[in-house]
């Protein structure tokens, strides 16, 4: 089997209390939160702190294969930077499409398959694992090909 199909890369928001696990092409694989993360982000920058792992991790994904090349980080970021440029400048923007856990403790707001924004409901900090689940269970919704997003409501 090939090394790569087993390879995980994580990361973290600014806090590390928030994490996202990602395949070696940014796919997502998992989400969540450590003890702590209550008082580093509380219930106003969970979802935030969640959807900052989640680019980390795939900013990780993105930029290995040109550090292990010899570019160094900053190069292979300013390139990643500049291909998100020309294809946002290449297209319209899809409607704003919203996926809810199923608990209904966090919300996605998606444009195509780029997640623009993330929020959550009213939380306490014994909803970790709730919270976590939830996060992972509408990333994961997002992933799945035609998902049944709901639309956001306009204004």
Avoid at 87 to 101: F, L, T
Avoid at 114 to 138: I, K, Y
Wanted: glycine share 12%; charged share 25%.
């Amino acid at each position: 089997m090939n090394a790569n199909i087993q390879k995980r890369l994580s990361g973290t928001d600014r806090t590390g209390t928030a994490y996202a696990v990602v395949d070696p092409v940014g796919r997502f694989v998992d989400i969540g939160l450590l003890p702590g993360w209550w008082s580093a982000l509380g219930p106003a920058r969970v979802a935030a702190g969640l959807l900052e792992a989640l680019e980390t991790a795939r900013m990780l994904a993105a930029t290995a294969p040109l550090v292990e090349r010899g570019e160094g980080f900053d190069t292979a970021r300013g390139r990643i930077a500049e291909a998100y440029r020309l294809i946002d400048e290449g297209r319209a923007q899809p409607a704003i499409r919203v996926i809810i856990g199923p608990r209904g403790l966090f919300r996605l707001h998606v444009r195509g398959g780029r997640v623009d924004s993330a929020e959550v409901g009213p939380l306490t900090s014994a909803d970790t694992d709730r919270l976590s689940a939830d996060a992972r269970d509408a990333l994961t919704e997002l992933a799945r090909p035609g998902c049944g997003a709901s639309l956001a409501p306009s204004g």
